[in-house]
Every structure is written in structure tokens, then in C-alpha cells.
């Protein structure tokens, strides 16, 4: 036996790219096998709308990336037309929401300083690999540490501000800060989006900080639309790995990892076509990772249990409406149109769209994410990412796929009356069509819930951290690592490095 | 939901109709949710019996699993650290498993009718670790405690009896064989096995024959000095024959409350039952090898000579420079052997390489005083009694 290359890179989604290229910079011979028969995965036009901005940190160590952002301002819709637009800049949003309460926007920079601030001290472990306690080792001490020492140096007073929200629901917070249920609703949202979590559930506070470290440290000024879309960036992406001669073979889906001596050799694709290399990573889900590649007779038990256990149900679903015109949203401007639109007018309603979901059940009044394509061109487009729309709901997506769509239109109808006359096409990507065509279990954004007991050293599970396998040469640089899901490309960045120390 | 909140009142095994009969001191104890006697006249004379004649002990509320599936050998062999691929059928093995970490969860054994048929028999009950286990095998783990009587049969003359209830040829049947009979008109499987160190069996079969079991071998063994023993009886077999026992000489790993008290099969003496060769995985293969590659063992579990005839139940072991090195886990005056002997966790290299120059200090009760003796004890194969009947084949046959 051979090894053929150095590294194999399961999927090419944009984390196994970003992965590929590192380790290809450092003169690894990196093969990527993808199923699907493009790259990109979940970074796609009928999964993606809106991302935050690659870090600096991820771009410069694939030595540029040359992707153009463009910033997105987040435009709370109301029924009355009294809708609220805010920009992510102090001034301007402080002077927007006065229009409605001032004492809302004084509140609203209070809220959002020390939001920031407690987003800043968990961002530099957000970035970096997460320590992992049972090595005993000082880096890993050291990294523990550290996240004390930036928590405990916001001051005192913050400090002890930081313990009592860190397990908080957003529905609390925001009720005692604001008296505008619009604003509430908006900020709700975004605490809530891509989670099965309601603004209720205890730990929605910390998944709006997790939001807000990878969004520039803020609540509505780091969501970005990229210039040419989902596409343009997979294939700058492609184009770099061309240049550092990363290898992908698409259509070619990986049954499993061969293994040697208890060690990761090589792949086994479903074609029956074996290749060899030193190490192998996987950028699926922790599930297909354990139990498809490695398989449940490679596991211990105790592992099996955790797997099993790991919570992946995705709750998103994306439908894609073509128009034959551009609908009229009552009293939006064109700004308010290039913005990202959000249909979530208050906290209850949100908390009434969840609680169906807890029993895998689906809201015909969900929340909405909307963004309005080519709005000066002939073929305008909706996106809209529809939430609590439950993975295996129990109504069966087949039977009821039809009037779901129908009642999302029937929602956004009472925002832009015409919609219905405007529609050419509708296309509907529900969670199971993710698991299914995307291979990721549960087809859930961030390949398991972003939560207290799934995040840092705990992610995906306990013994897996530090995007090591249980199984030597087996590594993991998806979503399901840490810090989670979204276009950052640090799970891949960190797997790389991780790579790199054990060579 | 109606739910009943009184006290449910530990079950009955099928004998318990023979074994409260038998039972002349009442006493009894709770054991896996059975109440089962600890003795049912003195001690001393049901262990007499065992290493004399033939002892009969109800095993019932041992935990029984059956495991049955396409996968049931991979699987078996997938749960335990012992290489069980080339078990044959009608056999039985000797086994441990561990957790990922690789301690000890418990012992037991495990019976191959065929490849896609086995029955595990352990101590602590582990259904949902064999059913979290069986994730991607075909199998299904089904608990069968209750639906299975079992019957200790154990001594010098349990054989014969066994031969006299109608089991023939038993002689034949080597150790760790099992044998399936019909006697009396219902299916008993027969396995020579036992906790006694000495000639035994052990008997399966459908609770409804419990009754008619108990009284045909009571039967039959009239004459060959039968008698049923208790817990505090097997005890003492059990330590003369060194057998280990979960939760008294080591802790199970799922009951530890500390993690430093759980022990690795090397720390316990049953590194002979680890097959890191083994093809397959297992679970706590990796641990394993892990430690044994490292040599990183912290303790280990020895037999103990003990100078002196008082018993050094709970005694601490020292070095010669009295420091502390370990703990005496089971102890007893052995009238068979006329020895005093012991089964003790040591502080590695006690016990491994430092076998001379320790002491136990004893505390014998006197009569509300204590007396308290230094003894020197030497360290020894923990097979204290392993009499050549025990493996004989043809087994010994008494009219």
C-alpha cells in the first residue's frame, strides 16, 4: 500500500476547502472527494441568503481571498407599514429606533455595547481551537484560562453581567430593556435563527453572542450578501485551489474510511474505488463522520451513545420564489428593499411559531428572512429562509410541502399585497431535502444544534474536540467542529492547523 | 398516569418456594432484586457440603441476557475484550468488558448455542449497555432474568447427583461445555461451569420447572450428602478458588463515583482475558492499548499468604517501611487448605515485582477488644483451591 496523498479531504464544502488549501500551501498533496457533483455544499443559492464576512485570520492564511462583500442593513417588517431598519451603526440605528421610543434607543447601545463587549471575550476563543481538558496540557490550561481572564476583564460588574446571561433567554433580556415589540421581534430572530430554539428556550442569549462573534461583534452590522452570489465565492475558492493544485474528484462519494492497525489510511468510495493517504478528513457531520466512516463497530459504546445523542435536527427550511415582477412591499423604500427583510413582528409570535416545532410539528405562521434579488432587473427573485420548519415533521413534508409554501406566500401577502399575481416559480428546500441531497444529517445549517453542551470543548462531542476523531488520522473540519456553522471557514482553518501540529 | 408509589417487596425466584422451606435461620438478602437466603443452617456446614458433597445454590437473580441476530457473533466479540472468534458452539467463555476508557464494567459468561445465539450471565445489570452497544449491529439484547431459572449444582459429588436426576453422560461434558437434556419431561441446559473452584454445574431452564427441578435433585443427591447453600458460603468457595468479584474486589467502572477508583483489567488480574490482537474492535480496545503500551498500570490484584490464622478482612497493606500500599478486598481462614488467605489490590510494583517484606495489619475482634497483629504475608497465585477434579474428564462419579 501506497499512500498516494498526504491528505484526503471528505467534501467539498467550503470548509473542506479552505481546509485543502492550507494544507496545500504547506506543500501537502490534498485530494478532495466530493459526492455531490459540484463543490460549494451548503454554500449554495438555494440553501444560502445572507453570511458574515470571512475573518482575516481565515483569508490570510489562504493567502488572499478575493470575494466582494456587500453590507446588508436588517429591515424589521410590520403590518402597519411601520417597519424598522437598522444599519449596525450606533448613531444611525440610535436615531431610527427614537422614532419610535427613545427610550428603546438609548437602551438599544447600552444593550448592544455590552453585547459586543461579552461577543469580543468569547471571540478570541472562537477563533483558535478549543482546549481540551482531558489532555492536561499547559496550551490547553492556558487556553481555559484565557477565556477567564478576557471574561473576568471586562470589570467586575460585567463580569458578573456576563455569568447571570450566559444561560439566559433572549425573550428576557429584551423584554426588560425595550418596549417596542418590533424591535424585540427583530432581535429575537436573529438569536433564534437556524436554532431549535425558541426566544424562550434558556441558552438564546448565547446563541445571539456566538452569532455576534462571527458578525463583527455586532447584532445587525456584520450580515453581508456576496458580490455575485454563493457561486462567485465557491469558485474564487476553486480558483485558489487550482492554483495550489488541490485535487477534487466530484461525484464521488466516500462509503467509508479503510483503516490499518486502528489507524485512518485511506478511502473506500461507493464505486469500490480505494485511495490511499496519511491522513484523511472529514468535512460531514458528526454523525456521518462516526457512523458512516468510521463506522459503529469502530466505536465504543460510550462514543455510540454520544452520537446518537448529538442534537442535528435542522429547523430551516429555503424557499426560492421567481417573479415576473417586483412585488410592492407596502411603505418600503428601495433601501428597505436591498435589505435583509425580516417577518418575526414580535417575541410571542415567534414563540408561537416554535412551540409546534418542539413536537416536530410545523407553524403555518413561521418566521421569515427575506431577500429580494435582482430588483432592477427583469427576472427579480424572493429567498426566504423559513423557520420552524422541523426536520421529519410529523405531517409528513411530502403531504403537506404544498400548503406550506402557500402559507408562507398567504404571510408575506400581508406585507406586499401582489405577491401572489408576481410569482412564476416556487422551489421549497426543507431540512430533509438537505439531508438528502446535501448528505448532512438532519440537514441542519450547522451540522448539530449551536448550544451550551455542543459548543467549545464539547463539540461535537466530549472526546472529539480539537477536530480529532476518536480514530488516529481521522479528522473533522466541518460545521460540526468548532466554532460551528456559517461562512467563516475556521472549523477548516483550525482542522488544518490541527493537521499540521500532529505531521 | 397511575402510578402505585407503595413499596414494591423484592421479588421470589421460582424456588423460593423450595428454598424458604429449606431455610432454617431466615435469612435472607436482597440480591439483584431477589430475596434469596444468605444461609439456611450455619455456613460452615453448606461450605462443607460444597467441598464435600454436593452444594445447591439458587442462581436465579443473575443477570441473563440473550442475544440473539445475524450479527450476534460480531457483536458478542465487538462488547468484550476476550477473542471470541473461534468459540465453538455449546461453549463457555469466561469474559470481561470494559467502558471507552478501558475499566473494567464487570465479568461473566457468555454461552454460543450458535453464531447468531448467545446468553450472557453477569452481576450488574448492563441492559442498556448492551442495547446502547448493539447501535449498527443486527442483533437484539433481550433481558432474561426473570423469564429464566437457574441452579447451582457444585462439589465433589454434584455429578453423580446430576447423573442420578436424569442427566446422562454428564460425565463427559468437559469444562465450559453446556449441554442441552430433557429430563422429567422439560429442556434444562446443563453447563459445567460454576463460582466454586471445584467440580460444578450450572442449570437453565423455564421457571415454570423450577419447582420439579429443586425436588428431583434433592432427590437424587439424597445420598451424596446434598444440601443447598447460601451466599455467605459461595463466599468463601469463591475466595479459596480465587475468583473475583465486581463491586467487593474491584469497582465496577459505571459504579464508581471516582474515577480513580476504576480499574483497568491489568490493574485487576484479568489482563489475560485482553486480546489486543483481536481483528476486530473492541470496546476499550484503544485505552487498552494504550496502557499496555505504556506500562501504565497503577495497581493490581494478587493473592495473599497470611501468616497466622485470623482473618484479614479489611485489612490495609503495608510495606516494610509501613507505608500504606494497598487493601485487603476478601479474606478468610481456609479449613480446606488449613491457610489464611487473602485477595488484595496493590500499589504497582507490590505484588508485581516486591512480592516478599509486606505486612497486613489485622484487627481481630476479641470479645469487644480488638487485638491487633503485624502479619507478614506473602504474595501468591490467587488460585488458592483448584482441586484436579475440577477439570477432570470423565468427571469423578460416587454412587
Not at chain 2, 218 to 223: L, P, Q, Y
Request: aromatic share 8%.
Amino acid at each position: 500500500m501506497s499512500d498516494n496523498y498526504d491528505v484526503i479531504v471528505i467534501g467539498a464544502g467550503h470548509n473542506g476547502l479552505v481546509c485543502a488549501n492550507i494544507l496545500a500551501k504547506k506543500n501537502r498533496k490534498v485530494l478532495i472527494c466530493e459526492a455531490r457533483d459540484n463543490c460549494g455544499g451548503l454554500l449554495e443559492e438555494s440553501i444560502t441568503n445572507f453570511v458574515p464576512q470571512i475573518p482575516m485570520s481565515v483569508s490570510s492564511s489562504l493567502g488572499g481571498l478575493p470575494v466582494k462583500y456587500k453590507a446588508k442593513s436588517s429591515i424589521a417588517l410590520s403590518e402597519s407599514g411601520q417597519h424598522i431598519r437598522l444599519v449596525g451603526n450606533q448613531h444611525i440605528d440610535h436615531k431610527v429606533i427614537s422614532g419610535f421610543s427613545s427610550k428603546d434607543a438609548d437602551r438599544y447601545v447600552e444593550f448592544h455595547d455590552k453585547m459586543s463587549s461579552f461577543s469580543k471575550a468569547l471571540g478570541s476563543f472562537m477563533m483558535a481551537s478549543p482546549p481540551r481538558i482531558m489532555n492536561n496540557t499547559f496550551s490547553d490550561y492556558f487556553k481555559l484560562f484565557k477565556l477567564g481572564m478576557n471574561v473576568r476583564m471586562l470589570g467586575k460588574k460585567k463580569f458578573n453581567e456576563f455569568a447571570r446571561m450566559i444561560g439566559l433567554n433572549i425573550a428576557d433580556e429584551l423584554e426588560d430593556n425595550f418596549e417596542n415589540t418590533l424591535l424585540q421581534g427583530l432581535i429575537a430572530h436573529d438569536a433564534v435563527l437556524g436554532s431549535n430554539l425558541g426566544p424562550r428556550s434558556p441558552g438564546s442569549l448565547i446563541n445571539l453572542l456566538f452569532r455576534m462573534a462571527t458578525h463583527d461583534n455586532s447584532i445587525f452590522g456584520g450580515i453581508y450578501e456576496i458580490d455575485g452570489g454563493s457561486k462567485a465565492f465557491v469558485d474564487t475558492l476553486l480558483d485558489i485551489s487550482n492554483k495550489n493544485k488541490v485535487e477534487i474528484k466530484t461525484s464521488s462519494s466516500v462509503k467509508r474510511c479503510i483503516t490499518e492497525n486502528d489507524k485512518a489510511v485511506g478511502v473506500e468510495l461507493h464505486n469500490g474505488e480505494k485511495i490511499y493517504a496519511k491522513k484523511i478528513i472529514s468535512n460531514a457531520d458528526p454523525r456521518s463522520t462516526y457512523f458512516s466512516l468510521l463506522g459503529t463497530e469502530n466505536l465504543d459504546t460510550d462514543v455510540k451513545r454520544r452520537i446518537k445523542h448529538h442534537r442535528s435536527k435542522g429547523k430551516v427550511a429555503k424557499l426560492s420564489l421567481s417573479l415576473n415582477k417586483q412585488p410592492e412591499f407596502i411603505n418600503c423604500d428601495k433601501d428597505d428593499l436591498e435589505s435583509r427583510m425580516v417577518i418575526a413582528p414580535s417575541i410571542d409570535y415567534i414563540e408561537e411559531a416554535f412551540n409546534p416545532s418542539k413536537f416536530d410539528k410545523l407553524s403555518m405562521e413561521p418566521i421569515l428572512e427575506m431577500k429580494l434579488k435582482n430588483s432592477d432587473q427583469s427576472n427579480p427573485a424572493l429567498d426566504i429562509q423559513v423557520q420552524y420548519a422541523s426536520y421529519g415533521a410529523q405531517e409528513g413534508w411530502d403531504n403537506i410541502k404544498d400548503n406550506y409554501v402557500d402559507a408562507v406566500i398567504k404571510l408575506i401577502e400581508k406585507y406586499a399585497p401582489d405577491i401572489q399575481s408576481c410569482i412564476e416559480t416556487k422551489a421549497i428546500v426543507t431540512p430533509d431535502d438537505i439531508e438528502k441531497n446535501f448528505h448532512v444529517t438532519g440537514g441542519h445549517w450547522h451540522h448539530g444544534e449551536i448550544q451550551i453542551d455542543q459548543l467549545f470543548m464539547l463539540r461535537p462531542i466530549p472526546g472529539a474536540s480539537q477536530y480529532r476523531t476518536h480514530l488516529d488520522g481521522l479528522y473533522m473540519c466541518g460545521a460540526g467542529t468548532h466554532p460551528g456553522g456559517g461562512l467563516t471557514g475556521i472549523p477548516g482553518r483550525n482542522a488544518a492547523q490541527a493537521i499540521l501540529e500532529d505531521a | 398516569m397511575n402510578r402505585d408509589l407503595r413499596f414494591t417487596a423484592l421479588k421470589k425466584t421460582p424456588f423460593h418456594s423450595r428454598t424458604s422451606l429449606a431455610s432454617r435461620t431466615n435469612k435472607y438478602y436482597n440480591w439483584n432484586g431477589f430475596t434469596v437466603p444468605t444461609e439456611y443452617s450455619t455456613t460452615e456446614l453448606e461450605y462443607t457440603a460444597a467441598r464435600n458433597g454436593t452444594s445447591v445454590m439458587d442462581l436465579t437473580p443473575m443477570c441473563k441476557y440473550m442475544i440473539n441476530g445475524s450479527d450476534a457473533n460480531r457483536f458478542v466479540d465487538y462488547l468484550v475484550t476476550r477473542d471470541l472468534s473461534q468459540m465453538e458452539d455449546n461453549t463457555v467463555a469466561y469474559i470481561i468488558w470494559c467502558n471507552e476508557d478501558g475499566k473494567v464494567m464487570d465479568d461473566g459468561t457468555i454461552f454460543k448455542f450458535s453464531d447468531t445465539k448467545f446468553m450472557l450471565c453477569c452481576a450488574v445489570k448492563i441492559y442498556n449497555w448492551l442495547h446502547d452497544s448493539a447501535e449498527g449491529f443486527d442483533v437484539s439484547c433481550e433481558d432474561a432474568t426473570d423469564t429464566t431459572a437457574a441452579l447451582a449444582i457444585q462439589g465433589p459429588t454434584s455429578c453423580s447427583t446430576l447423573k442420578n436426576y436424569g442427566a446422562d453422560d454428564l460425565e463427559l461434558l468437559k469444562p465450559f461445555g453446556m449441554k442441552q437434556y430433557n429430563i422429567n419431561g422439560y429442556d434444562v441446559l446443563i453447563s459445567r461451569t460454576g463460582f466454586t473452584g471445584d467440580l460444578g454445574y450450572e442449570l437453565w431452564t423455564n421457571p415454570a420447572n423450577a419447582e420439579n427441578m429443586w425436588d428431583s435433585i434433592m432427590e437424587a443427591g439424597k445420598e451424596l450428602k446434598i444440601r443447598p447453600f447460601g451466599m455467605h458460603a459461595l463466599e468463601m468457595t469463591r475466595i479459596e478458588a480465587g475468583f473475583i468479584q465486581t463491586n467487593t474486589d474491584f469497582m465496577a467502572a459505571e459504579d464508581s463515583l471516582r474515577p480513580v477508583r476504576m480499574r483497568s483489567p491489568y490493574e485487576i488480574g484479568m489482563g489475560w482475558l485482553v486480546h489486543l490482537n483481536k481483528e476486530s474492535y473492541f470496546v476499550g480496545k484503544r485505552a487498552l492499548k494504550k496502557e499496555k503500551e505504556t506500562g501504565n498500570s497503577e495497581r493490581c490484584l494478587v493473592g495473599l499468604d497470611i501468616d497466622g490464622d485470623k482473618p484479614a478482612v479489611g485489612s490495609v497493606i503495608y510495606n516494610e517501611k509501613k507505608e500504606d500500599i494497598g487493601i485487603v478486598t476478601a479474606a478468610m481462614w481456609s479449613p480446606t487448605m488449613k491457610r489464611n488467605v487473602a485477595l488484595a489490590s496493590l500499589k504497582r510494583p507490590y505484588g508485581i515485582k516486591i512480592k516478599e517484606n509486606i505486612f497486613a495489619e489485622i484487627y481481630h475482634p476479641e470479645e469487644l477488644e480488638y487485638k491487633k497483629i503485624w502479619a507478614k504475608c506473602k504474595v501468591v497465585k490467587r488460585q488458592f483451591f483448584s482441586p484436579e477434579r475440577r477439570n477432570k474428564v470423565p468427571a469423578d462419579l460416587y454412587e
